[in-house]
């Protein structure tokens, strides 16, 4: 089977982790109606004109100077968009890019008078969590909305949406979701809800089409950076895995898992001699397949294939029925010439996982190709 992250942690400093995270949460909170103060002049009206003359209504979160973000859908018809913000009109605005997929469409003004929104994190999101919605639902203009974090769903498109409670409904579409810090986590989409259930998109994908970086809760005790850590993996934010773990292991230096699980992210950010150390600093302590694996992949991308072949074997020992493995080694076996070994490997791949038979049926057949050259 394929390998997954560890994310183990002593069952103590974990609820530790849980309840003091919790705790700062709770510390920082700010009431609906300061959060509502707080976005006021950040959350607008999208009015969207056809070549008919027909007016399509959605909200609006200005992301950055002149710059604001709806959903796709409330302006996709539009040969004319404007802007409202109470009694202030805002004319000639323009489309600057969009993802016609995940929904997303950014505006442009030249109008600086809004006030960008505080950009938080959606890789942090706990189920629970308390949340707020601020649009224009029904043509009434900036109100606000109270529910929870309820899970997450990926659409028939296969794009991820945060699922929860605060409702959406006609003219809230693009509207602000936002933590009880006032910090925008996420855009509404009307038309997108099962029963009390609403859907909004995740910020991280927003601000990665504009290159914003997410913002992570801080915190001073470095069991949670363990816990934040393991979430920004989780959502293939690795740039900011790395840093987590890396936090939590000046205090906890001699945590085997924390330093496999920045190896894997140091591992997708191509950071390979790194990621080398740390499943080295795993494998000093225990003798996982899953370590060898990894870094056998490290070295086999720094074209280091005997280092990789000898880890990809190392794993073997362990996990002799794992596709995956076997898979990879034969690779590794080709690159170093050895043809009749890396046939073998991929026959035993494509045993245990059929799936693999197109690709490597192939695969084999150059390598049997180059074994009859050889003779």
């Not at 709770?26 to 109606?33: I, R």
């Not at 915190?219 to 850590?229: A, F, K, L, Q, R």
């Amino acid at each position: 089977m394929p390998y997954k992250i560890l994310y183990i942690l002593p069952l103590l400093l974990f609820l530790n982790g849980i309840y003091l995270l919790s705790q700062q949460y709770s510390n920082e909170e700010l009431t609906p109606d300061r959060i509502f103060e707080k976005v006021d002049n950040s959350v607008v009206v999208v009015l969207a004109y056809d070549n008919l003359g027909n007016i399509f209504q959605g909200s609006g979160v200005v992301i950055a100077d002149g710059i604001i973000v709806t959903n796709h859908h409330v302006c996709k018809d539009a040969n004319r968009i404007d802007i409202r913000h109470y009694s202030k009109e805002i004319k000639n605005v323009t489309v600057y890019k969009f993802d016609a997929v995940k929904d997303i469409m950014f505006l442009k003004t030249d109008d600086m008078t809004l006030t960008p929104v505080t950009p938080g994190s959606s890789s942090n999101l706990r189920s629970g969590q308390r949340i707020y919605a601020v649009g224009s639902p029904e043509g009434y203009e900036n109100s606000i909305s109270e529910g929870i974090v309820s899970g997450s769903r990926t659409d028939e498109n296969n794009v991820k949406l945060i699922q929860m409670t605060c409702p959406i409904t006609d003219g809230s579409s693009g509207g602000a979701v936002l933590n009880s810090k006032g910090e925008l986590i996420g855009l509404s989409v009307s038309g997108q809800h099962e029963g009390a259930l609403y859907f909004a998109i995740p910020v991280n994908d927003i601000l990665a089409m504009i290159n914003i970086e997410p913002k992570y809760t801080e915190t001073s005790d470095p069991v949670n950076y363990y816990e934040i850590g393991t979430i920004a993996n989780e959502n293939k934010n690795y740039q900011d895995a790395e840093v987590y773990f890396s936090k939590y292991l000046e205090k906890f230096s001699g945590d085997a898992n924390a330093y496999y699980n920045r190896g894997y992210a140091r591992f997708k950010l191509k950071e390979y001699k790194k990621a080398i150390s740390d499943f080295s600093a795993v494998l000093e302590k225990s003798q996982t397949s899953e370590s060898f694996f990894y870094r056998g992949n490290c070295y086999y991308s720094l074209k280091d294939y005997e280092n990789a072949l000898t880890d990809y074997t190392k794993a073997l020992e362990q996990e002799p029925d794992n596709y995956d493995i076997y898979y990879n080694r034969g690779y590794a076996n080709f690159r170093l010439k050895k043809y009749s070994d890396a046939v073998s490997d991929w026959q035993k791949a494509v045993q245990l996982n059929p799936g693999y038979a197109e690709e490597l049926d192939i695969k084999i057949k150059i390598a049997e190709d180059e074994l009859k050259t050889k003779k």
